[in-house]
């Protein structure tokens, strides 16, 4: 893997920004959400390096009273897209999760999103409902679950 996957730290923040107001038109997260989920034990947020450079992050939230995590953002640098960052960021996502005792992930993605559809759908997601009007913009969601390796039977060793 070129990339090296590391937990974010508050220095990261002004770069995830960036990141993030480039990769979303809206429901963008906010500087305070995202010092927030940075560090926070009920959360997963995860940087991939590429060089000297943050090309994109992953931020996964953890409820104690559920063994699914949810992936809440993945966003890659506009200039570093197609060179499988985001799969690299997804797959670390996830063995976070697991490792952290959850059996699945779950996720909204736009519907006109084809391409993080395409990656979710490539990576063993699959679409088990849609919410309507969603996003800001009216743009309706459509809900992933992938069980994740080693949990199929509900219990991690």
Wanted: hydrophobic share 40%; proline share 4%.
């Amino acid at each position: 893997m070129p990339f090296e996957i590391r937990p974010a730290e508050p220095g990261d923040i002004e770069a995830l920004l960036a990141i993030e107001n480039a990769a979303f038109a809206g429901d963008r997260l906010s500087r305070r959400s995202m010092r927030a989920l940075i560090g926070r034990p009920s959360a997963i947020a995860l940087v991939a390096i590429d060089g000297a450079d943050i090309a994109g992050y992953a931020i996964a939230l953890l409820n104690r009273l559920h063994r699914v995590a949810r992936l809440y953002s993945i966003a890659v640098s506009p200039v570093r897209t197609g060179r499988g960052v985001a799969g690299a960021l997804l797959h670390a996502v996830e063995a976070e999760a697991g490792n952290r005792r959850r059996r699945a992930m779950r996720l909204e993605v736009r519907e006109d999103n084809r391409g993080a559809i395409a990656l979710y759908e490539r990576n063993g997601y699959r679409r088990f409902a849609r919410r309507d009007n969603y996003y800001h913009d009216g743009m309706s969601a459509l809900r992933y679950e992938k069980q994740l390796r080693g949990t199929e039977d509900g219990e991690r060793p």
